[in-house]
């Protein structure tokens, strides 16, 4: 009978179900990167990338624009010391330090959230909405694999907009002068702060990866709660901007005490983001702001009340095999 229907037996190596997770996470950056609307929040991310690229050969140029055109800003009084004071400090922030990836991040991250809130129903809500889940349980495979395949589209999505850039930043600095990749004390050296090298690029990679975790996590459990994208939009936006204004406004303005500022969560995030980078707990802003390891308690308390959730939101499908 089984030659009779034309089946055929499977000739390839069973793998573990585990192995689903990398198909489930295809399929959802296949459906994603088939959208204009990624692409084009992708290219506005791509912008900020391109002020730090270029934006050395750009400030070199202006200083010594502004430096050979001293005598005619001499009758607007100190308006050339002001440029060129102006100029040099942003060639420090943009020197590829710690601080250049801080500010890269900080900044990167505002779209990186604006994004996530757009693209969040096509990569998870979807599923719900259009009772797509069952058919991915009805298979050998459990919820997590579906959790973990899906949180794995998004991690590769934050990567590609915030590690990706700032590696390629990190390169570019490095081809420039390779005592910046082989010395780790290069800035120290050089009467700057923090580290270079190899040392420099694992903080890179730790912040990136920081992000790309959390966020995952977080996106999957508010997409499966709210499907569709503009309930989305308003649970992200509370959860990363209206928390940031209440966690401000408790601390900084009711004097109550600096817990009070984990409610913000990208606070907690920028936070150990800064620590990876090397930034001791006394150069950090805002201050005061708590410890590393209460920001590090809260993100794990968040991400497990999510997991969590996912898991009794999954188990909830009906599934008809």
């Known amino acids: 009978m089984p030659t009779l229907l034309h089946y055929r037996s499977w000739q390839g190596e069973f793998h573990s179900p585990w192995w689903s997770v990398w198909p489930i996470a295809r399929v959802a950056l296949g459906t994603l990167l ?36 001293q005598p ?18 942003a060639l420090v922030i943009l020197e590829g ?28 809500g979807n599923d719900f909405t259009h009772k797509s889940l069952g058919f991915y349980l009805a298979k050998p495979i459990n919820r997590w694999h579906y959790i973990l395949g899906k949180c794995l589209a998004v991690f590769i999505v934050v990567q590609m907009m915030t590690t990706l850039p700032a590696l390629v930043l990190y390169g570019q600095h490095a081809f420039d002068d390779w005592d910046y990749l082989l010395n780790v004390d290069h800035f120290t050296a050089n009467d700057g702060k923090g580290p270079a090298g190899i040392a420099l690029l694992l903080a890179v990679v730790g912040y990136g990866t920081l992000l790309s975790v959390v966020l995952s996590i977080l996106l999957v459990a508010a997409a499966s709660w709210m499907r569709r994208t503009m309930p989305l939009i308003m649970v992200w936006i509370s959860a990363f901007f209206y928390l940031r204004l209440l966690a401000n406004i408790l601390v900084d303005g009711l004097k109550y005490d600096v817990r009070w500022r984990l409610l913000d ?17 006394e150069e950090i802003s805002p201050k005061p702001h708590p410890e590393f390891w209460e920001a590090g308690l809260m993100l794990i308390g968040v991400c497990t009340v999510c997991l969590i959730y996912l898991n009794h939101r999954t188990r909830g499908v009906e599934i008809v095999r």
């Open 34 to 69: 088939r959208r204009k609307l990624f692409w084009t929040l992708y290219a506005f991310g791509l912008l900020l990338f391109f002020m730090f690229f270029f934006g050395t050969f750009l400030l070199a140029w202006a200083e010594s624009l502004v430096s050979g055109t």
């Open 72 to 89: 005619q800003l001499a009758r607007f009084g100190d308006l050339g010391r002001v440029l060129t004071t102006n100029i040099r400090r």
């Open 97 to 124: 330090s710690r601080d250049t990836f801080q500010y890269f991040f900080a900044y990167q991250g505002g779209i990186v959230i604006v994004t996530l809130s757009l693209v969040g129903a096509i990569l998870v």
């Open 265 to 281: 969560l990208w606070n907690s995030l920028t936070l150990l983001g800064q620590g990876c980078l090397g930034y001791a707990a």
